[in-house]
């Protein structure tokens, strides 16, 4: 960035704009289209386009390892497996998944 601005103040900028580009990133926005935004607002383009590189690699990093949906694929397993005991001890129909 071409203008120098008060250390706290810059880390807030920084943050502020890292969530920017995440979100244009979440919604499917082309990585070097969001650069090239950065690049028009003064930004050097390596910096920019590594900035944008290092979001959305920390992205892919945190979708891996929290695995998010998987997460939600075996709550719905897990509830669905509950739901089925519930109803065959209701209903006392002769099968039980364990």
């Not at 704009?17 to 969001?34: N, T």
């Not at 390596?46 to 695995?67: C, K, L, P, R, T």
Request: charged share 15%; proline share 4%.
């Amino acid at each position: 960035m071409n203008q120098e601005l008060p250390p706290g103040q810059e880390s807030d900028e920084i943050q502020g704009l890292a969530e920017v580009v995440a979100k244009s990133l979440a919604e499917g926005e082309d990585p070097q289209s969001i650069s090239q935004k950065l690049v028009d607002s003064g930004w050097d383009p390596d910096e920019a386009a590594g900035f944008v590189g290092s979001i959305e690699h920390h992205m892919m990093e945190a979708q891996h390892a929290g695995g998010g949906s998987e997460v939600q694929g075996w709550m719905i397993w897990g509830g669905g497996l509950i739901v089925i005991n519930l109803l065959s001890w209701m209903f006392n129909w002769g099968f039980w998944i364990y």
